[in-house]
């Protein structure tokens, strides 16, 4: 009786090991398709560096219209100091977003899973906090509350504020999505499909993104110009 018992806790004993080794193999070979299919690129098409070459043209012409301001020939009627304040965080913003990363972000020929991630890491980081939220959002403040005293801020606050709100969480659901994308199922045409689509689809929302920033920051730049009188 003892041995019959000892032989069956052996035989319990090694069926959980096999069950122990075999999950344990399956998550493996789960690991490895779903790391294949995260990892389905999408070409960018002739089209994208178009989109590049007009956001890049719009930095430019920020940098332009937030140069029209010298303190020292500065003789209209506004407040000087509140028209170097604007200028310098103009100048933050195109610094923060004109960067190598940028450049590299926007002219990448195939872009896989991660790539969008860090795509939409660098506008949280560089251009959501950076830009719109550490130098841009003071202008949506009551006059009382940024001491910048320029004649016409306080018309154009509310469109700075509800412009800024919406592109802080523009990519928010985009974020989620991509950390969310860590289920493990078999490998299939229809998965990729999606995994493909996915990759496409979240690319082209975040460049929307930066090219709606963009032309924001532009829109601001422009109000300056024409409240320091340039041309």
């Known amino acids: 009786m003892k041995k019959l018992m000892i032989e069956y806790a052996n035989i319990i004993a090694y069926t959980i090991t096999g069950l122990v080794f075999g999950f344990s193999f399956f998550l ?5 398709y779903h790391y294949r299919e995260v990892n389905e690129v999408y070409i960018r098409q002739a089209n994208d560096d178009k989109v590049y070459d007009e956001v890049t043209s719009k930095l430019t012409k920020i940098k332009e219209n937030t140069a029209v301001f010298n303190y ?7 407040d000087s100091d509140s028209l170097a304040s604007i200028k310098s965080r103009l100048e933050v913003c195109t610094n923060s ?9 926007m002219t990448k020929k195939k872009v896989n899973i991660k790539d969008v991630y860090d795509m939409q890491q660098f506008y949280q980081k560089q ?34 504020e509800d412009n800024i709100n919406q592109l802080i969480k523009s990519t928010d659901y985009v974020q989620k999505t991509i950390k969310g994308n860590s289920s493990y199922y ?3 045409e229809s998965s990729k499909i999606e995994i493909y689509n996915q990759t496409k689809d979240s690319y082209y929302s975040i460049l929307n ?23």
């Open 97 to 105: 977003i004109d960067t190598k990363e940028f450049n590299s972000i």
């Open 72 to 78: 020292n020939d500065y003789k209209g009627g506004e």
């Open 209 to 231: 993104n930066y090219v709606s920033a963009i032309d924001f920051v532009y829109d601001v730049s422009e109000w300056y110009k024409n409240v320091v009188g340039g041309i």
């Open 127 to 160: 251009i959501s906090n950076e830009c719109l939220v550490k130098q841009l959002y003071e202008l949506s403040l009551d006059p009382s509350k940024n001491n910048l005293k320029i004649t016409n801020l306080k018309t154009i606050s509310p469109f700075i």
């Open 28 to 32: 493996l070979f789960l690991n490895f």
């Open 186 to 188: 078999f490998s299939s």
